[in-house]
């Protein structure tokens, strides 16, 4: 069984910038793609970022593109996701999730493990 702990979510103004991390406990951390996904209230969990599991490939949402950046450092079995230029319309729930195969995936389905959540909030 693999735990997912989301940190570093918080209280932002527009235009700055957060870091999220996950933590994932067990073994086999390295082999697993790893994504990052969010729910705004009153919305559907959407896609965000993914990554393969040597950080080789990584996959954007349009709408993220050129402002998220996915990292992993198998070492320390944490997957980041590092936020800039920050908007209100990225307030949402950021989910950590991982899938026992390799990665990168768009999909939910294909993630088999989720985390808690931590709650981002852009302030205009």
């Known amino acids: 069984q693999v735990q997912l702990v989301e940190s570093g979510g918080g209280l932002v103004q527009a235009g700055g910038s957060l870091r999220l991390s996950c933590a994932a406990s067990g073994r086999t951390f390295s082999r697993y793609g790893m994504g990052w996904f969010r729910q705004a209230p009153g919305k559907e969990r959407e896609f965000v970022a993914a990554i393969d599991w040597s950080g080789g490939r990584t996959y954007y949402a349009d709408s993220v593109k050129g402002r998220f950046s996915i990292s992993r450092d198998n070492a320390k079995n944490t997957v980041y996701l590092q936020m800039i230029s920050l908007k209100p319309e990225d307030t949402a729930v950021y989910y950590c999730?991982?899938?026992?195969?390799?990665?990168?995936?768009?999909?939910?389905?294909?993630?088999?493990?989720w985390g808690q959540g931590t709650q981002v909030t852009v302030s205009s």
């Open positions: 999730a991982g899938s026992t195969r390799g990665g990168p995936y768009r999909g939910q389905y294909e993630y088999n493990y």
